[in-house]
């Protein structure tokens, strides 16, 4: 009598999120130009057909995997948040911001996806919108937060956008890896602009 191999069929969440995963791996390897169905569905050991079970094509998988990796980085930047006790509003905006700096955000890999989700944005129009409704959800957040700061400016979209910019540009260099500062100097600048503005 052979032995057999136990077979464990996987639930369908857990499939459709090694899609998911399987897409941000060769987004971030091989940039946006170099993703396909087939790139896709090698990395994550599955056949063309399980993708096109769990989404209509490629771009509703590379739609979803922008979601969802839109989703984690703002859970890392309000868990930062929730860290900070309510009654000090500017050590809130801070750990917000300076999240940015630390992993999971801070990461060559996540860096590598981002940016092939930034180059889309241009020419694929889904990508676009929810590029668009990403920013715009966390310039609120930030707005939020300053609003919340007692000596707040009245204008707190353009000091969400001026902090926006600053951490996208300190992120980018992170991430990137031998970067001319320090995270605690990354850290610094920041409280330096938040305290500009409030």
Not at 41 to 47: F, T
Not at 92 to 97: A, E, S, W
Not at 109 to 117: E, I, P, Q, R, V
Not at 119 to 130: A, Y
Request: hydrophobic share 45%; net charge negative.
């Amino acid at each position: 009598m052979s032995a057999r191999q136990a077979f464990t069929r996987e639930s369908a969440d857990t499939r459709r999120d090694a899609l998911i995963a399987a897409c941000a791996r060769c987004l971030g390897t091989h940039g946006a130009q170099g993703v396909s169905v087939r790139a896709i569905c090698l990395e994550a050991g599955v056949s063309p057909g399980l993708l096109r079970h769990y989404f209509d094509g490629i771009d509703a998988l590379v739609a979803e995997t922008y979601r969802t990796t839109g989703t984690r980085v703002a859970a890392a930047m309000h868990a930062a948040v929730v860290m900070v006790p309510e009654t000090d509003p500017r050590g809130r905006l801070l750990g917000f911001i300076t999240a940015s700096f630390r992993e999971p955000i801070a990461d060559p890999a996540l860096l590598a996806t981002w940016l092939a989700f930034w180059s889309l944005s241009r020419t694929t129009p889904i990508i676009g919108q929810i590029h668009d409704e990403l920013y715009a959800e966390n310039r609120q957040d930030i707005e939020r937060l300053i609003s919340a700061c007692p000596n707040a400016p009245k204008d707190t979209r353009l000091a969400a956008v001026a902090l926006t910019a600053l951490v996208d540009g300190l992120w980018l260099e992170l991430s990137l890896g031998n970067a001319p500062f320090s995270v605690a100097e990354a850290e610094a600048l920041a409280e330096k602009w938040v305290d500009s503005f409030i």
